[in-house]
């Protein structure tokens, strides 16, 4: 099988679609290397990413997985929800009080919102809030990565770990800001003016 050659895959460091994968879960879940590869088109996903949900967030015969159980999986987007992310000064981001479903829907038809969405629960002046949000995070984003590329020469080493930090929790949480944009400028903010 794929293990043959793909020794170690569960501790491998990847990305999929910019995000972190973890393998060790999948495969301790049971998943077969075949569930989501071709055979016949080396290791190619079967199907789009969008996909994913469709298994995820059924239903299962496994009395240890509860689709209902966000958090059991989406630990750290959970955290920056609540504004509590380990390591970090607690900032709430004013929808700490929601629960996914309210953004995400309801298991199995997840969906991943388009700022439209929040004009549902707001006025429509959410809608380009939310896309500036997204915005301010990529370019704080940018200017981090670029200060790690080249870090000034007396940046420290807690300064340059610490912006290696924020750069992977705020890409983990994954939404770029919506689930609690507050929190997600002084991540990376606090790292960015760690390494000037």
Same mark, same amino acid.
Not at 111 to 125: E, G, M, R, Y
């Given at each position: ?21 973890? +393998? ?17 088109e080396h290791g190619a996903p079967t199907f789009p ?42 900032t709430l981001g004013g929808m700490e009080e929601k629960?996914?479903?309210?953004? +995400? ?8 919102? =388009? ?12 809608s380009p809030l939310l896309e500036e949000w997204r ?44 689930? =609690? ?11 960015? =003016?760690?390494?000037?």
């Amino acid at each position: 099988g794929c293990t043959e050659c793909h020794l170690g895959i569960e501790l491998a460091q990847v990305e999929v679609h910019g995000r972190p994968f973890p +393998h060790d879960r999948h495969l301790a879940f049971g998943t077969d290397c075949r569930d989501c590869h071709s055979t016949t088109e080396h290791g190619a996903p079967t199907f789009p990413r969008d996909d994913c949900a469709s298994c995820h967030h059924q239903e299962r015969d496994d009395e240890a997985f509860d689709p209902w159980d966000c958090s059991a999986c989406h630990a750290q987007q959970e955290s920056f929800l609540a504004g509590t992310v380990e390591g970090y000064e607690e900032t709430l981001g004013g929808m700490e009080e929601k629960d996914c479903e309210s953004c +995400h829907g309801e298991p199995p038809d997840i969906v991943s919102p =388009n700022s439209k969405l929040c004009a549902l629960c707001h006025d429509d002046t959410y809608s380009p809030l939310l896309e500036e949000w997204r915005g301010e995070t990529t370019q704080l984003v940018e200017r981090l990565e670029a200060a790690l590329a080249s870090p000034p020469s007396r940046a420290t080493q807690e300064a340059l770990l610490s912006g290696r930090a924020a750069l992977r929790a705020v890409a983990v949480a994954g939404s770029a800001g919506a689930h =609690n944009i507050e929190l997600t400028r002084r991540i990376l903010s606090e790292a960015l =003016n760690g390494l000037q």
